[in-house]
């Protein structure tokens, strides 16, 4: 298995504080991605990361931010958490972009807002 | 939006082939097709991914239409391990968007 743990893996908070997930990988690949995933959905991507520093958006960004300080981790922060973000968290890494590489993915984080 | 078209679900029976099908009338030149899969709470798993030829692996065959508008993931002989969700994406410029996936249940 692909080395990429996530943590916290279960977390419950309230509405309007912050919350950061963390990414951890041990296989150095360049590429980083968080995405969520809600019942009855699939995943949907919030940010990827292509580099350290270099970061872009995805599909559902708004409220969200991320940083990327070292290959090694990714981190997702909900400045104001509500309860609209309360969701499974997956982290998922791939060697380059993901058009013809595979992705592998983390356990996921189970975030409840109330 | 998600640009694929999938069954919600299939049935299939233990060590037979099951063939999982999917739409994607709108898929452009340049995006590859791939399958992934996701059991009970754990996260997705890269199953296959292809362009334009038919592909195999040590998990599944991925047949793709001469048109490219439409593949089909072949599990070969479904065993109660491949009970699962089958997500067909298209990938493109890293842009990557599931669907909702089929819902694969395997009878023993």
């Known amino acids: 298995d692909a080395g990429i743990t996530q943590s916290p893996r279960h977390k419950v908070t309230e509405t309007g504080t912050p919350v950061t997930l963390r990414c951890h990988q041990t296989e150095n690949h360049r590429y980083m991605y968080w995405y969520r995933q809600d019942p009855g959905h699939g995943l949907r991507l919030i940010h990827y990361s292509y580099g350290v520093k270099d970061t872009d958006k995805g599909e559902v960004s708004d409220g969200y931010s991320v940083s990327r300080s070292k290959t090694e981790d990714f981190l997702l922060t909900l400045e104001s958490a509500t309860s609209s973000q309360t969701s499974v968290y997956f982290c998922a890494i791939s060697e380059s972009t993901s058009d013809y590489n595979e992705q592998f993915f983390g356990p996921g984080t189970r975030l409840t807002v109330l | 939006d998600a640009k694929t078209t999938q069954p919600n679900s299939m049935e299939s029976n233990e060590e037979e082939p099951v063939h999982l099908p999917c739409n994607h009338s709108?898929?452009?030149?340049?995006?590859?097709i791939h399958w992934y899969r996701q059991l009970p709470s754990q996260g997705p798993e890269y199953v296959i991914h292809?362009?334009?030829s038919n592909v195999n692996n040590r998990m599944a065959s991925l047949a793709i239409a001469e048109d490219r508008k439409s593949s089909t993931l072949i599990l070969h002989r479904a065993t109660l391990r491949d009970a699962a969700v089958y997500y067909c994406?298209?990938?493109?410029?890293?842009?990557?968007?599931f669907g909702a996936g089929t819902r694969l249940t395997v009878k023993p």
């Open positions: 994406i298209l990938i493109g410029n890293n842009d990557m968007r």
């Open positions: 292809g362009l334009t």
């Open positions: 709108t898929i452009s030149g340049t995006d590859y």
